[in-house]
């Protein structure tokens, strides 16, 4: 039982830091100076603020869905480990650092050097996916923290999540290269990953009632 | 009793979102620059500030009241499934959105755009109606989710409320409509939705002692 | 049980608020400016902002001991009804409003309006006062949100605890009122009254072992 | 069971500034300007604020440190009392003062007066192990707030962890002595520090299973 509070409060903490994380994404968002907004008016500032919203939305999404997965993989896992806490804090740094690569995508989607801010938005989420996979890899490993035999069924269906979660850091680094020939394409592709990583959850869960 | 869990942590994590939404607000409301303030005074300037005052108050009720309806339909579901985390996410993230309309009406309230930054914060709030109820109809829809059967007394009282909150989306519809009329209107109609749907959860909860 | 939950809910959702409110009184101190600093150096401006210093710890003190008076009498509530939840919410939306005034009084304190700043800051704290009055007065009045009959011991202790809490606001006036004659006294005052109350938390706690 | 709650609530709350405190981090890591990073571009302006990156690392990776640590305090305290509640609030109060000079330490890490800004971090850092040092002392004194007899087996491990944090004072004094000969030293060397107190819980719970 003081095992399974360990848990509680690290999924706590972790709930904690991704509410915040993504409530704070809100503050990159700038409010058009009045005195700059003459010409065209207060609804084309607002229009022209579009990649704010867009980069908002991804990476709130995005964080929605890492959190989702974050519940799903701490329902399996019944006690903890310092390696997990710090594989666990690892992945919060990432997270954390998300407001900031969104600031700055929102700013410079448009600019000249949209690419280089694609380069770091993509870069971070790559992060995040390669550590949400060194988490679930260590978690899982041997089925001793999921509290589960190495010849159990319970074992074999977590080495199947295992299978799906390989799946994050080669299509995030994708995403990443892809920065490199277009900035849009390669912020789409986040969107679209996010999308992707939701129904894999809705699969899985599905096959497992 | 994990399936508990799952509903449970749903709940933590909205209520961090909605607490971290809420506190946020105050950062809308800006410290008066001790260069400009002279020709009136410190007084004069906090009292020019008043619509920071309002849009700060009108956004706390409305999230603390959505809060409120949100504890309530959550003590009624039992389980959880995707669809159901994924509309509860849609809500958080409009949520979420409210510092920034919030702002900029503090900021164009008494700008010739005004009705701009109206549209702009009741078309939030409008959003918000909109995932809210799409929440409640998915949860509540053939009592599923809600653990009791399609014929019970718990079902009809659950329709009950689905009626309740089928106003949201027209109330707030007229809201919208109205910010292209008047801003002033529009606003204070925010306030007064905010203060009827207190009372309707009040009467709500005094008929199911 | 299910009402347990209920109030388990609000007093989660409070010490969100609590907690993001004490947080965010770090924001409103500022960086100095690299290229102002340049005189006396750096040191020297670090001093200079001392009263954002002052300022940020009296209110976090003053949060903090709400925060555990709020503790204290949550323990006693067994069950919540809608006016409960509203006076709760009086009472985070002044709380929630504190780092404004905390930001106003660090910038104006040394300034000459600062006393304007101070029955700013002191107002704030007298509604604070009130709210929480108003809250407790509610919550112990008849014993029924205590789970207690109106003859019994536990309802003449609560009594007593309500005897200190309507101490708050005519002291909390009275550093209002100060501010008026002198904005380091009543400032001075805020302080004290922190520790007060911390202090009347000890004893009556000491009291009922 | 009463007082099982009220240690939960302090826990809670604690959590609550941690997650909010670690998160804030990212708001003092400042957007590059457009207009300014003309000459050598975006990724050269993104490599320039890594003092910005290393700041936000460190405070981040010693709040997590010190987060772990006061879970891990938390599970052997029982009960709390006061004192307890207020030493927890001084050490939160410096946790929360974090942001602030982790921001200084960016903005002025490259700066002639660099030493400056690491006194200030370091020193705040020394503050947190003092008011941690004090909060441990208080809370396993005599072992009644960790519900154990002075002469109990788990009294005398209670003692063990005693002096390892004993350790904290003294080291984080060094780095703030440091910080007089060498900015870089002594930044350097709170990294290591949140690095060493992670491998010393890492083998007290080893020692412990």
Same mark, same amino acid.
């Given at each position: 039982?003081?095992?399974?509070?360990?848990?509680?409060?690290?999924?706590?903490?972790?709930? /904690?830091?991704?509410?915040?994380?993504?409530?704070?994404?809100?503050? @990159?968002?700038?409010?058009?100076? !009045?005195?700059?907004?003459?010409?065209? /008016?207060?609804?084309?500032?607002?229009?022209?603020?579009?990649?704010?919203?867009l980069?908002?939305?991804?990476?709130?999404?995005?964080?929605? &869905?890492?959190?989702a997965?974050?519940?799903? %993989?701490? *329902?399996?896992?019944?006690?903890?480990?310092?390696?997990?806490?710090?594989?666990? +804090?690892?992945?919060?740094?990432?997270?954390? #650092?998300?407001?900031?690569?969104? $600031?700055?995508?929102? @700013?410079?989607?448009?600019?000249?050097?949209?690419k280089?801010?694609?380069?770091?938005?993509?870069?971070?989420?790559?992060? %995040?996916?390669?550590?949400?996979? $060194?988490?679930? =890899?260590?978690?899982?490993?041997? +089925?001793?923290?999921? /509290?589960?035999d190495?010849?159990?069924? @319970?074992?074999?269906?977590?080495?199947? %999540? *295992?299978?799906?979660?390989?799946? $994050? !850091?080669?299509?995030?680094? $994708?995403?990443?290269?892809?920065? #490199?020939?277009?900035?849009?394409?390669? &912020?789409?592709?986040?969107?679209?990953?996010?999308?992707?990583?939701?129904?894999? /959850?809705?699969? =899985?869960?599905?096959?497992?009632?």
């Amino acid at each position: 039982m003081q095992q399974d509070t360990k848990t509680h409060r690290i999924e706590a903490f972790s709930d /904690g830091v991704f509410a915040i994380a993504v409530t704070l994404l809100i503050l @990159e968002i700038k409010i058009p100076d !009045p005195t700059a907004i003459a010409p065209r /008016g207060l609804a084309a500032a607002l229009f022209a603020i579009w990649p704010s919203y867009l980069a908002f939305t991804i990476s709130f999404v995005t964080i929605l &869905v890492i959190w989702a997965h974050h519940h799903w %993989i701490f *329902t399996a896992i019944k006690t903890s480990d310092l390696i997990l806490i710090y594989w666990n +804090g690892l992945l919060l740094l990432f997270v954390t #650092f998300v407001p900031f690569p969104t $600031g700055l995508l929102a @700013e410079y989607l448009l600019h000249p050097e949209g690419k280089v801010a694609a380069s770091f938005y993509t870069g971070t989420f790559l992060a %995040i996916a390669l550590a949400f996979h $060194g988490l679930w =890899r260590h978690a899982s490993s041997g +089925g001793k923290l999921l /509290g589960v035999d190495a010849n159990s069924l @319970e074992y074999k269906n977590a080495m199947r %999540i *295992t299978g799906h979660y390989r799946l $994050g !850091p080669p299509l995030y680094l $994708g995403s990443f290269v892809l920065s #490199f020939l277009s900035e849009s394409a390669s &912020v789409a592709s986040c969107l679209l990953l996010a999308f992707f990583f939701a129904l894999r /959850g809705w699969r =899985r869960n599905a096959s497992n009632p």
